[in-house]
């Protein structure tokens, strides 16, 4: 038995656009209805195929819905959320695909109707790509999909979203909201924000012409630019809306680039090696735990 009949997905970009892919593959019984803020978006969806009804608005599309997604930036939630509350079916789950929790919490519980479920969740994947077209069935086979149920959250409405993920390839894991934000907050978001400045740096380095960054990008600075390819919409609220722990952790990188800075300074050889052998360590159980390949060069084909 299918977790949910009918499907609503508000917000059409790589991750809805995604989800609705993956549920035509994995649930094709599954009634799919979607919209998007952009009437380009909303057109091409249609073009594409990939829901039975492309609604104008959000109330239109959750009507009837059993499951309701959003996949909207973080900080369009709350306006989202009003618009769809009077439409809302009773006993349906409202759930999202955002980066950081306790914010949906906080901004989208006091919204919805009492007879209404609100269970968070992160699906961890995605690419530097944005938009319907950027989407596929397969992003969320063998990733992690975090739920940050509310205290009190109806188990059964937790476990009819735990399927959901699971039939979609999904591993689930259940997690508190503000711990969820700390863990991403160190795997993902500073990544990005480091990525973000180092490529900035670059832009703006003087003695340093823009020809030449491009010309002579390393491995290193290559991949950077290929995280802050993102789109800049998403993270700017990500950073907005995960503020505390992003920086916490802000904090705490700073005084670890200060440490290596002294190491460098003084000459410190065996600070310098410790630490790049710890963090080779990571990247071997990064590999080991099936989360990346181990072939060179990120199994890129050239």
């Known amino acids: 038995m299918l977790p949910?009949?009918?499907?609503?997905?508000?917000?059409?970009?790589?991750?809805?656009?995604?989800?609705?892919?993956?549920v035509r593959a994995k649930m094709p019984t599954v009634a799919l209805t979607g919209t998007d803020a952009d009437p380009a978006v909303r057109q091409r969806v249609i073009d594409l195929g990939l829901l039975d009804d492309v609604a104008d608005t959000p109330a239109a599309a959750v009507v009837d819905a059993d499951l309701v997604i959003l996949a909207v930036p973080l900080g369009a939630f709350a306006?989202?959320?009003?618009?769809?509350?009077a439409d809302l079916s009773p006993g349906a789950i409202v759930s999202d695909v955002g980066s950081a929790k306790q914010t949906v919490i906080d901004a989208v519980r006091p919204l919805l109707p009492e007879n209404?479920?609100?269970i968070p969740a992160h699906p961890v994947a995605g690419t530097e790509r944005s938009g319907p077209d950027a989407g596929f069935p397969t992003l969320f086979e063998d990733r992690w999909c975090i739920l940050t149920p509310l205290e009190g959250a109806d188990e059964t409405a937790v476990t009819r979203l735990a399927e959901f993920w699971t039939r979609l390839g999904s591993r689930v894991e259940i997690m508190d909201a503000r711990h969820h934000d700390l863990v991403l907050a160190v795997t993902s978001h500073i990544p990005h924000l480091i990525a973000y400045s180092i490529v900035g740096t670059?832009?703006?380095?003087?003695?340093?012409?823009?020809?030449?960054?491009i010309k002579y990008s390393a491995g290193g600075f290559r991949d950077f630019t290929r995280i802050a390819a993102s789109d800049p919409t998403m993270w700017r609220d990500v950073f907005?809306?995960?503020?505390?722990?992003?920086l916490e952790i802000l904090g705490r990188v700073t005084e670890d680039l200060a440490a290596l800075q002294r190491a460098i300074r003084w000459g410190d050889a065996d600070t310098l090696f410790q630490r790049f052998t710890s963090s080779r360590d990571i990247r071997r159980a990064i590999i080991d735990a099936g989360q990346d390949t181990a072939d060179p060069d990120f199994g890129r084909h050239h």
């Open 4 to 22: 949910f009949s009918r499907v609503a997905i508000i917000g059409l970009g790589l991750i809805g656009s995604s989800v609705a892919r993956a």
């Open 79 to 85: 306006v989202v959320a009003r618009d769809i509350a």
């Open 116 to 118: 209404v479920h609100l």
């Open 202 to 213: 670059a832009a703006d380095l003087e003695g340093v012409t823009r020809g030449e960054v």
């Open 240 to 246: 907005l809306t995960n503020k505390e722990a992003v």
